[in-house]
């Protein structure tokens, strides 16, 4: 099948194309140069045309978001009926996975990423994305508080570390390596709570910043395509931008930072609380090391759900929200808590601002990716909000006035006159988390893989990015008219690792004979 | 008011899932157009027109629409569903998440309810003449903020978990409920003659419930703190601050 699309305005950071009218041919799943059968006519006169979207952070699939599926039964009063076929759906911050593949579509979305995927929980990641139709997928592996890691670089065994973060990414085909507060639920296995970069994990003799540096140097050695992905220590409490700020000094090559926002506060109490973007993005504007995704909060009734346990305790105990809790044996832990973000609390109104700050006074956009950490800080069907907050100056301070006047105290976001440019809202949104990933994403032309959306440009941009007019999938039409017409499964990427180091598969299975719960034959994906 | 009689037919096995039907679906409609609204059965959809033999009149605005369903209803889940206005009456049972979500308006039932009735509703009314089931005024799943406002009074008895996480509005029973009656309530008003199983008010911090029963035993977690107009009254529960009221009659 091939589609001709005629006169588009086409915005592709990946190739410099900033608002050229051109058409763009499509056959075989490929943008060509030319067609060899007829095409079906797509008029895209005054229409804004840009590569499928990448969206480097959003926990879609996986024993977590299962859990808090079921803890919060509240979440599905929102339906989605069932036609053209497709199936029907239920959820808000944790919507059923068709509905999130359809949703995902209908906003130009071609490419997730599940970042927390528990190695022995791996296979029900896989059996969620294979669910998840409309947009190609990858997971990243969570190892910060694996035993076996802890232990090998307590144990100076590099080589070993390797050969295992390699031979853990074959056997449950994920993409890249996670730290979610690295030694942080090792800590509070032991009691200990707020672990700093620099405090030493009980019972081995290392510090978190060590299982950083370790599992860098595994991800250089391993040529891994997409950098350690870091949830750094202390998110989420008040005044942990000191801390942050140490960590974010810590690597060697490249590290990406996830949802940054929760890292950037100051103060030393819930009732001072304060903005410190400025001082988080003044390091990451210098440090060409650093890459970062936002965590941008949206103010909605969501649901937190991260592997640092031990925040998800404080958290509950603060709220007094339900809380689930998981211990996911010798690999880490899981917390789940409802938190319904409101504009007139004082302190999630700063949590607004800052996530807007840091994308806005972001130097070089290709650092930084959007993402809403989803569910975390808001579901990812707020995204459209986000692009209107960051594209129009005026539609964020009309909607910064109806909050908590301590937004305007205690952040810097009313003094910020940039306006993103169509051009930058695709970078955040394609180029930046493409590149930063690693992944083949050759945006608008010839050869590259035909993802593409197509909007119908309005000056209220959230309606502009809430539904595309058209998307392509794979060179296959999906969304019609801002309706999605048709289910295609997308693939899902893995690293592809060979492993060989006999003696360390030997050991293995004797470990995995002792300390797990499954035999290693039931632990590998296939 | 105007008058619009749906009366039953036959429905299907699967029960009905009929949060269409609500004074406001039906105004400014002819009796053709009123057939042809959908209701979810099983994991499809039938039209009212097959269920039920239509007749009456439809009002310009939903406060002047009364809705008569004539026949045992107690299939049908969801009636009046978030409604805002006029009346329905009920000529025999009805099924669960009766008035659910509701706004203001009047519903009658003439038989008994079943489950779920007037979960977390804001205002109205809802009369039922026979027997309700649990879970009357309470939060729907997952939530522990119930019912906001309005009244609910039933004349028969009631089941277990009534009024559960009862922010505000009033709750009426003349016979007995079962367990757990004002669990986790922290406002608004329950008057029950008597309960079955005790717990009553299990972890309420607001509100207030009144037992006509003289032999009732007050649980453990009620302090007693003084009479007024013939009802002993107690705080609770103690293990939270005890804001919520518990009166007995002496």
Redesign the interface.
Known sequence: MSIHIKNATVYDPVNKIDGEVMDVLVENGRIVTKLDTTPQIIDAKGKVLMSGGVDIHTHIAGPAINAGRL?????K?IFLESKNGLHSGSGFSMPSTFMTGYAYALMGYSFLVEPAVPPIKAKHTHDELSDTPLVDKAALLLLGNNYLVAKNIADGNHDKLRDYVAWMLATTKTYGIKLVSPGAYLSWLWGKNKTKPKDAIPKFDITPSDIIAGLEDAAIKLKLPHPIHVHLNGMGYYGNYVSSLDEMKLPKERMHIAHLQYNSYGGDSWKNFESKADEIIKEVNKNAKLTFDVGQVTLDNTTTLTADSPFEQYLSQLTHQKWSSRDVELENGSGIVPYPYSGKNSVNAVQWAIGLELVLMAKDLSKVCLSTDHPNAGPFIRYPRIISWLMSKKVREKFANGLNESVLKRSSINSINRELTLYEIATITRSAPARILGIKYDGIKPGADANIAIYTPDDDKEKMFSAAEYVIFNGEVVVKNKNVVRSINGKTLHASMETKNPELERELQTFFRRYYSVGISNYVVS | MMELVLEIKKIPKTGLEAETIKPENFVNKSIKEIEKIEVCSGNGKITLGSIFKISGKTAKNPSEQKIVIVGDASKIKRIGEAMSGGEILLKGDVGPRLGEFMVSGKIIVEGNADNWIGTSMNGGEIIVKGNAGDYMGSS????NRGMRGGKILVDGNAGGEIGYGMVGGEITINGTADSFVGSYMRGGKIVVGNVLMNRIGFSMNGGEISIIDKTFNVPFYFRKIGEEGGFMQYSGDQSFDGKGLLKVQK
Request: aromatic share 0%; hydrophobic share 20%; net charge neutral.
């Open positions: 803890l919060r039964p509240e979440d009063t | 729907i799943r997952g939530t």
